[in-house]
């Protein structure tokens, strides 16, 4: 069975730092791109980040460039998502997703994880 | 970047109901839009990809239609766990957008 196991989320300061992780089984890890999506309080869903199979690619929302930095360990099976500089728009549910091929343009998602909570508040 | 609308943004619908939401893009995507169902507190599920190809383990019940800015996903006989809220994403190009969703309600 696929899964995706997040961790890491909790409540962090503004201006903190928190590293995501999600554990992936199931499936052959270094064949698919995977992504970070994440829900705030009561809103829709808003994609954050993207990154191939190989991890040389990588794509960010602007909402996020330059402060969070996503990341895999293909021999881990774990896909990271470091975030920097946090603020109180950065609280969510964030949940990581696997896509149905190497990319993740024109490749879609398919699995998602169950999510993990980040909480910005002082 | 692509917007993604849909429409309604709720419904109320009973069950045995055969119900369509629509979702449009700003420009034209091809057939690259999936559909999610998201219960509260829990992840979204895939249900469509490709615009009308049904995931694997999905009931044939859902269906979606449409290519280049239109899209549609219908529900053709509503029951009791379909009510849930209901997520357009296009993956074209980036950024991937969803749209704002539908809240299919009682």
């Known amino acids: 069975e696929v899964q995706l196991l997040e961790s890491g989320g909790g409540l962090v300061q503004p201006g903190g730092s928190l590293r995501l992780s999600c554990v992936a089984s199931g499936f052959t890890f270094n064949n698919y791109g995977m992504t970070w999506v994440r829900q705030a309080p009561g809103k829709g869903l808003e994609w954050v980040s993207a990154i191939n199979d190989s991890g040389d690619s990588t794509r960010h929302a602007d909402s996020v460039r330059g402060r969070f930095t996503i990341a895999r360990d293909n021999s881990q099976n774990t896909l990271y998502l470091q975030m920097n500089s946090l603020s109180a728009e950065d609280t969510a549910v964030y949940y990581c997703?696997?896509?149905?091929?190497?990319?993740?343009?024109?490749?879609?998602?398919?699995?998602w994880g169950q999510g993990t909570t980040v909480t910005v508040s002082s | 970047d692509i917007q993604m609308t849909q429409s309604p943004s709720s419904l109320s619908a009973s069950v045995g109901d055969r119900v369509t939401i629509t979702c449009r893009a700003s420009q034209g995507i091809s057939n690259y839009l999936a559909w999610f169902q998201q219960k509260p507190g829990k992840a979204p599920k895939s249900l469509i990809y490709a615009a009308s190809s049904l995931q694997s383990g999905v009931p044939s019940k859902f269906s979606g239609s449409g290519s280049g800015t239109d899209f549609t996903l219908t529900i053709s006989s509503l029951q009791p766990e379909d009510f849930a809220t209901y997520y357009c994403q296009q993956y074209n190009s980036y950024p991937l957008t969803f749209g704002p969703g539908t809240k299919v309600e009682i």
């Open positions: 997703a696997k896509t149905r091929g190497p990319g993740v343009i024109r490749v879609g998602l398919d699995v």
